[in-house]
C-alpha cells in the first residue's frame, strides 16, 4: 500500500476476526514503530508484545471501558516510555517519541491488512499505574499507549476529513 493511501484510509478497528497474527507481521509493526524519529535520536520507546488471551483481558480491565476491544483483540503492543534514555534537557519529548512510534504502528497494522485502535494510557494516571502494576515494570518505564491489533471484522468506510478553516496561511 502506497505510505499516502494507508493515511488516508487508516481507521480505528474495534472488532475483530478470532485470527493470529504471524510472527514475522508482528515484527514488521515492531521495526514501524521504531523506524519513526526521535529528539536526538534517543529511541526513548520499549515495546511489549502481548498475545495472551488472560493478558490481554487483563489489559482491558487496567484501562477501564475504552478498552474493550482489547477482549476480541490477537494481540496487542504496548508502547512505553523509556525515561532512562530521553534526551536529559528535555525529558518530556519521550511523550512525542511514544506516539510517533504508536503512529507508526497503526499506519503500518494498516498496510498489512490489519485493524489496530489507539488505547490512550498516559497521562490518565490511574491508567499509568494499573498498567505498570500489571506489567511490573520499573520505575523509568512509562506505559504510553495500548495498541489493540487484530484483523478486522468489517471494512471500514472511507470519510473526508480536510476542513479548511483549520489552515492558516502565512498568518493567523
Ligand atoms: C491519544 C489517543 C487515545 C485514544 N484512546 C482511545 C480509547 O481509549 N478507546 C478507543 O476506542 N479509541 C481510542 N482512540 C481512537 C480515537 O477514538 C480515534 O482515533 C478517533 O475517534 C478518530 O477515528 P479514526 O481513528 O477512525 O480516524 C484514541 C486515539 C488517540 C490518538
Known amino acids: 500500500m502506497e ?26 509493526l515492531l521495526k514501524a514503530a521504531m523506524s519513526g524519529p526521535s529528539c536526538v535520536n534517543a529511541r526513548d520507546w520499549s515495546f511489549i508484545v502481548v498475545h495472551d488471551r488472560e493478558m490481554l483481558n487483563k ?18 503492543v504496548m508502547v512505553c516510555g523509556d525515561l532512562n534514555r530521553s534526551f536529559p534537557p528535555a525529558k518530556d519529548y519521550w511523550v512525542i517519541d511514544g506516539a510517533i512510534a504508536a503512529q507508526n504502528i497503526v499506519l ?31 520505575e523509568s518505564i512509562v506505559p504510553h499507549s495500548v495498541i489493540a491489533l487484530g484483523y478486522p471484522l468489517k471494512e471500514s468506510a472511507e470519510r473526508d476529513v480536510f476542513e479548511s478553516d483549520r489552515v492558516h496561511m502565512e498568518k493567523w
Open 59 to 76: 489489559m482491558a480491565d487496567a484501562n477501564g471501558r475504552p478498552a474493550e476491544p482489547l477482549r476480541s483483540a490477537a494481540a496487542a
Open 108 to 138: 503500518a497494522a494498516h498496510a498489512l491488512g490489519l485493524g489496530s485502535v489507539w488505547l490512550g494510557t498516559w497521562p490518565q494516571k490511574e491508567r499509568v499505574e494499573a498498567q505498570a502494576k500489571l506489567f511490573g515494570l520499573p
Open 3 to 28: 505510505a499516502l493511501e494507508a493515511i488516508f484510509t487508516r481507521r480505528s478497528i474495534r472488532s475483530y476476526r478470532d485470527e493470529a497474527i504471524a510472527d514475522e507481521t508482528m515484527q514488521l
